[in-house]
T-cell receptor
Framework: DTGVSQDPRHKITKRGQNVTFRCDPI?????LYWYRQTLGQGPEFLTY????????KSRLLSDRFSAERPKGSFSTLEIQRTEQGDSAMYLC????????????FGSGTRLTVV | DAKTTQPTSMDCAEGRAANLPCNHS???????VYWYRQIHSQGPQYIIH???NNETNEMASLIITEDRKSSTLILPHATLRDTAVYYC????????????FGGGTRLMVKP
């Protein structure tokens, strides 16, 4: 499968714990995006990378959130001291230069904070 | 990115054409119209995009008005598997731009 992979698919954690999600983009895509989606809403942009450089961050990305893409390939999104309001689907997407115009999304990681 | 307005929900009979409208009255000259859909518990899936000409691919057709202030996504023969939330997005085509999703249209295809 050459799509965007996200791991885990589901995560249940207790409030106050740290969680980390992983995204493996399509291998030739140099741009990687993280989005968050709450129930009944469209996805909201969090941050994006071009290769290993984090070029833009949304104001939604509080100090408890950090994202990395150390070698310009896979990316991780960490949430520290989780809160119930962090419960959402976290989506990763990738896109290459030129080629297809559309973004390819993964299936997401659903986070539930209890 | 310009904002879009879509109906919250629509129904369509299986086998009939589904016509999903989108208003984007503030679209600028270099912005494209993109359509994505999201089936329950999956990530959004790219459907089609266009600048000013009508476009067709294996999934759908996109009709853009001459003034570019609105568009319609057409699924020619809707199936139950087309039940999803459909998002209309306007964005510059530069690879760096993130997508700004609205609430989308929840399409229910009924037997």
């Amino acid at each position: 499968d050459t799509g965007v992979s996200q791991d885990p698919r589901h995560k249940i954690t207790k409030r106050g714990q740290n969680v980390t999600f992983r995204c493996d983009p399509i291998s030739e895509h140099n741009r990687l995006y993280w989005y968050r989606q709450t129930l009944g809403q469209g996805p909201e942009f969090l941050t994006y990378f071009q290769n290993e450089a984090q070029l833009e961050k949304s104001r939604l990305l509080s100090d408890r959130f950090s994202a990395e893409r150390p070698k310009g390939s896979f990316s991780t999104l960490e949430i520290q001291r989780t809160e119930q309001g962090d419960s959402a689907m976290y989506l990763c997407a990738s896109r290459g230069e030129g080629a297809l115009p559309g973004y390819t999304f993964g299936s997401g990681t659903r986070l539930t904070v209890v | 990115d310009a904002k879009t307005t879509q109906p919250t929900s629509m129904d369509c009979a299986e086998g009939r054409a589904a016509n999903l409208p989108c208003n984007h009255s503030t679209i600028s000259g270099n912005e494209y119209v993109y359509w994505y859909r999201q089936i329950h518990s999956q990530g959004p899936q790219y459907i089609i995009h266009g600048l000013k000409n009508n476009e067709t691919n294996e999934m759908a057709s996109l009709i853009i008005t001459e003034d570019r202030k609105s568009s319609t996504l057409i699924l020619p023969h809707a199936t139950l598997r087309d039940t999803a939330v459909y998002y209309c997005i306007v964005s510059q085509r530069n690879a760096g731009n993130m997508l700004t999703f609205g609430g989308g249209t929840r399409l229910m295809v009924k037997p």
